[in-house]
């Protein structure tokens, strides 16, 4: 399949990598950028269009898709000196696929309106190998026709597609996931390394909650100890994975939305703190699922 749309796709991280390899390969034709020379190399040699600066990406594309670590990279890119909205014409379709704050999505949204651009956020779960393989899940927030205008292009990076509402919402309903995700898997190491303590197999132990009331991804596809699952990043060293500091970036921005609103999210503050103090214990760029070892008489041996 071949269209006439050229996406330009700005941020080629773990995950921003292979989303513009995948449109590339369903046709689009993809010209991308990212201040990692490294980065560059490997979409280029999938054969994605490797761009000397952001606004050179975003020449002739009536698409433009972003995937940032953070809100102020966002902010920076569309609305900062130099930034691409002043450069973007009417009618660009604009697909943020970084989670940020829902407020910097909205003050870009905004922004992109005023000038007759088109967008949505749409930040993504699913992780690397979900990115890699097309199988993402993207949470939407923006206009109903802005997104099914993005829709091919999002089935062409993954398999589920969840409209939340508004600008915004589709960050507010990532970091609503997230802060499940954050809890669900610290609660879930602490059961293991309870029933470790006791002398329990952790591979039986785990292989019984995974089919019992306490089943979750956590215990079927990420589980935290060692040796139980061979693809888990715990069996590899705590290597790979969604690292524990964006898990924690993403639970400050909780709190952030939280405190907002004036909502109470007791346990996922405390889930902040705990991955911030296994940041503080050297486990920043590890796996989150490393959490255990805060909790594990002398940590999991991996």
């Known amino acids: ?41 490997k979409v280029r040699e999938q054969g994605v269009t490797a761009a ?23 902010e920076a890119l569309y609305l900062g000196e130099g930034g691409l909205m002043g450069s973007l014409p009417a009618g660009t379709l604009v697909i943020d696929c970084s989670t940020i704050a829902p407020a910097s999505a909205q003050k870009v949204a905004a922004a992109a309106k005023a000038r007759g651009v088109a967008m949505i956020d749409a930040p993504v779960s699913g992780g690397v190998a979900g990115a890699a393989a097309g199988t993402l899940t993207f949470i939407v927030g923006g206009d109903g026709a802005a997104l099914e205008r993005a829709r091919p292009l999002l089935q062409a990076m993954g398999k589920n597609i969840f409209h939340m509402g508004e600008a915004g919402a589709g960050q507010v309903a990532k970091l609503c996931n997230n802060m499940a995700l954050g809890v669900i898997m610290a609660v879930t190491g602490e059961a293991i390394a309870l029933g470790v303590a006791h002398g329990l197999d952790p591979k039986a132990l785990s292989q019984m909650m995974a089919v019992s009331t306490s089943r979750s991804w956590a215990t079927e596809v990420c589980n935290p100890w060692p040796g139980v699952l061979e693809n888990a ?32 999210i007791p346990l996922g503050e405390m889930a902040r703190n705990l991955y911030a103090m296994n940041k503080q214990a050297g486990r920043g760029a590890l796996d989150f699922s490393s959490v255990v070892k805060l909790v594990a008489a002398d940590g999991p041996k991996s």
């Open 1 to 41: 399949m071949s269209t006439s749309e050229r996406v330009a796709f700005i941020g080629l991280g773990n995950m921003g990598g292979p989303m513009a390899v995948n449109l590339q390969k369903a046709g689009y034709a993809v010209s991308a950028f990212d201040l990692s020379a490294d980065a560059l190399a």
């Open 52 to 74: 000397t600066s952001a606004s050179a990406a975003i020449e002739g594309a009536q698409i433009v898709i972003s995937m940032l670590p953070a809100s102020r990279h966002v």
């Open 233 to 264: 990043p715990s069996s590899r060293g705590y290597a790979g994975g969604f690292g524990n500091d964006l898990m924690l970036k993403d639970l400050g921005l909780a709190v952030e939305a939280a405190m907002g609103i004036g909502a109470t």
